[in-house]
């Protein structure tokens, strides 16, 4: 049996192919394709046909892109994407993530709310078999996942709005995010800037910057349209303070990009800290985008235990944890099979 998990977002579409058998689960295949939904929503159905190929029995979908501004409503942006699901693989089996385990297609439509950004869900399900009692984090292009689980079940909130509330989820990734929503000011010439508010720079340049991602890493749009090599991260970051690469040195851009990565590390570990609070767990497992330190120093930072999670999985499939999840999701509902997850995930 060949199942494959797919992860629908408003930025990425990622997917992951298995093949199941007695013995052993294997690894096929995985995907990351970059689409963003609210300017291109109606090119997600040729996306997706790329996917057929892989000619599997089960799709099981996640779908966190109902958020995106191509849609008025959340209802219509669940409707949208599993009208297509539906229509492109109607000859398959395909299963839904909600917070109430697998649904088939016209369960969704009766309640689309309940497969709305239920992703984490999926990265809950695997994380459950590394550790019972833990906080997962998990950060990607354009947010932070914050999710506990306590004796192995997910114990986050099921409503995005009441997660940002709680800490559970902070709206900071490691390439999309606006570096003027991290910090309204910065430090230059030994004095302090305020930023402009425009969108000149994102993560993805300070990053790139920093070294904590090549060029191939940088997979979403420039803000500017422009290259996405280092040189044109800093000319882009430089805009932030209303100056150029002829009147802000490169020591200035460098400390600037530094204090914005340390400025997001404060910003996951207030969400990261809220969740410690409330439920008085003190162990993390952690993924990050690429080589992001992120979730690694605000864990580090609060004095909590730290796993990593590319201990325990390929580092391909670290950074698309509800595909696998939404694959595991289905295999424990096979008899026998639970055995082959256990295997599949390696123990410390």
């Not at 298995?18 to 394709?33: A, H, Q, R, V």
């Not at 016209?106 to 950004?117: D, S, T, Y």
């Not at 008085?280 to 609060?302: D, E, F, W, Y």
């Not at 580092?315 to 096979?334: A, D, F």
Request: aromatic content about 6%; charged content about 25%; proline content about 2%.
């Amino acid at each position: 049996m060949k199942i494959m998990g797919l992860d629908i977002g408003g930025a990425n579409t990622d997917c992951c192919i298995f093949d199941i058998n007695d013995d052993e689960l294997k690894l096929l295949n995985t995907s990351k394709e970059y689409l963003p939904m609210w300017n291109k929503k109606e090119e997600l159905h040729n996306l997706l046909r790329k996917f057929k190929k892989y000619d599997v029995d089960v799709i099981c979908v996640t779908i966190t892109a109902e958020l995106s501004d191509g849609f008025r409503s959340k209802k219509e942006g669940i409707n949208y994407i599993i009208d297509i699901v539906d229509d492109l693989f109607d000859e398959k089996i395909v299963k839904y993530v909600t917070y109430d385990g697998l649904k088939d297609y016209e369960e969704i439509k009766e309640n689309p709310l309940n497969a709305a950004a239920a992703n984490w869900i999926g990265s809950a399900t695997l994380i459950k078999y590394i550790k019972k009692d833990c906080i997962f984090m998990d950060m990607g292009s354009t947010t932070t996942d914050i999710i506990p689980i306590i004796n192995k079940k997910e114990a986050a909130s099921h409503d995005d709005t009441d997660r940002l509330c709680a800490g559970e989820l902070v709206y900071t990734g490691m390439l999309r995010t606006n570096v003027a929503t991290i910090t309204h000011e910065v430090p230059i010439n030994s004095k302090t800037a305020t930023v402009s508010s425009e969108l000149f720079a994102i993560t993805a340049d300070i990053n790139m910057i920093l070294g904590h991602i090549t060029e191939d890493k940088y997979t979403c749009n420039t803000p500017d349209g422009d290259c996405k090599d280092i040189i044109s991260s800093k000319r882009r970051l430089a805009r932030v303070v209303c100056g150029d690469l002829d009147t802000i040195s490169d020591e200035n851009i460098e400390n600037i990009a530094q204090y914005i990565h340390n400025q997001q590390i404060i910003q996951v570990s207030e969400g990261l800290l809220k969740v410690v609070n409330r439920t008085g767990l003190n162990t993390v497992i952690i993924t990050n985008l690429s080589h992001g330190t992120i979730c690694k120093k605000a864990a580090k930072k609060i004095g909590l235990n730290i796993i990593d999670l590319e201990d325990y999985l390929p580092k391909e499939l670290c950074e698309i944890t509800p595909t696998l999840g939404s694959v595991i999701m289905y295999i424990e509902l096979i008899p026998g099979k639970k055995e082959n997850i256990q295997k599949y995930i390696k123990k410390s």
